[in-house]
């Protein structure tokens, strides 16, 4: 019995080691280059879709002038903005499901900014600091861009929005050219920033890129 109590006993304790073990691994931290080889892929995928979302909104700023003059032909006294089946609608709500993934995707560039920004002014010398310094640098300027382009695009719905109810009922051609004329003063300042917003975007992208070069 004593034999069978010692085998046992000594079975048990492989079992606890075996679990203190898994658990020990289970606990063990990211390294640091796995860390940011994570963050720096993320900064490479969510760039390619903000260049996606941020010419869908190019093309919705583009088309949406002529749809107005030709709906309006159509429907003189309707506010087109409120009408769900009109193509002034349709090409407003894809402009606004863009603008709302761009934001997201911007989350995700400002957490991946947190977790270099950790290693910035890493002493390591396995780590190429001045490139996620570099990194860093730009996502912080992207930052800068979409709080400005944020904040462009929300006066300019607004304004968008007063256009469309102002003009519903409106059938002067010289009203209607003076409206859209002072509308249109927001498009140059959104088509300006946006192209910043490519060219830095690009650059950081480029930079990840390098990045990840380094870390392999």
């Not at 000594?10 to 390294?31: K, N, W």
């Not at 796995?34 to 903000?50: G, L």
């Not at 506010?79 to 995700?108: C, E, G």
């Not at 382009?149 to 050219?177: C, G, I, V």
Request: charged share 25%; glycine share 4%; hydrophobic share 35%.
């Amino acid at each position: 019995m004593r034999h069978v109590n010692l085998g046992r006993i000594g079975l048990i304790g492989m079992l606890f080691l075996l679990i203190g073990g898994i658990s020990a691994c289970e606990r063990r931290p990211l390294t640091d280059k796995v860390q940011i080889q994570a963050s720096a892929t993320t900064v490479t995928n969510t760039i390619q879709d903000q260049g996606k979302e941020l010419t869908a909104i190019t093309n919705s700023l583009e088309k949406s002038q002529s749809l107005y003059v030709t709906e309006h032909k159509e429907k003189p006294n309707e506010n087109l903005l409120q009408n769900k089946q009109s193509d002034v609608y349709a090409n407003f709500a894809k402009r606004t499901t863009a603008m709302t993934t761009l934001t997201a995707d911007y989350k995700k560039l400002s957490d991946a900014e947190n977790t270099l920004s950790s290693f910035a002014k890493s002493k390591s010398p396995n780590l190429p600091t001045e490139k996620i310094q570099d990194l860093v640098q730009s996502l912080k300027i992207i930052g800068l861009d979409h709080d400005t382009f944020t904040q462009f695009m929300d006066e300019f719905t607004k304004a968008e929005q007063k256009f469309y109810a102002d003009t519903a009922d409106m059938t002067d051609e010289k009203e209607l050219d003076t409206a859209m004329g002072r509308l249109s003063q927001y498009y140059g300042a959104l088509y300006q920033q946006m192209e910043i917003m490519q060219a830095n975007l690009t650059t950081a992208r480029q930079q990840s890129r390098e990045l990840l070069q380094e870390l392999k």
